[in-house]
Nanobody, 114 residues
Framework: QVRLVECGGGLVQPGGSLRLSCVAS????????MSWYRQAPGKERELVAG????????IYGESVKGRFTISRDNAKNTVYLQMNSLKSEDTAVYYC???????WGQGTQVTVSS
């Protein structure tokens, strides 16, 4: 079955950086677009970034443009989210998802706090 495992979350100070990873198994990763979403307490889940199967067709949510970068390594079945200049409002559980399919990871907590 399809499995997505995120890692890389943690506690970071405002202005700091984190790099999230999501390793996929059980699917042909190289033909699937991937996305990162996040959900903060009391808020709806929102799209953070998406990337096409070949690394093109990249999109970002308005609140993270210029600070976050999505990338992928098809040889490693992995999608990444580099997060720079983190703000307290970036605090959330971050999930990866297969585009156009309802497969989600378990999420990784990112907390931005001094």
């Amino acid at each position: 079955q399809v499995r997505l495992v995120e890692c890389g979350g943690g506690l970071v100070q405002p202005g700091g950086s984190l790099r999230l990873s999501c390793v996929a198994s059980g699917l042909t990763f190289s033909i699937r677009g991937m996305s990162w979403y996040r959900q903060a307490p009391g808020k709806e889940r929102e799209l953070v970034a998406g990337i096409g199967s070949d690394g093109s067709s990249i999109i970002y949510g308005e609140s993270v443009k210029g600070r976050f970068t999505i990338s992928r390594d098809n040889a490693k079945n992995t999608v990444y989210l580099q997060m720079n200049s983190l703000k307290s409002e970036d605090t959330a559980v971050y999930y990866c998802k297969v585009r156009n399919l309802q497969y989600w990871g378990q999420g990784t907590q990112v907390t931005v706090s001094s």
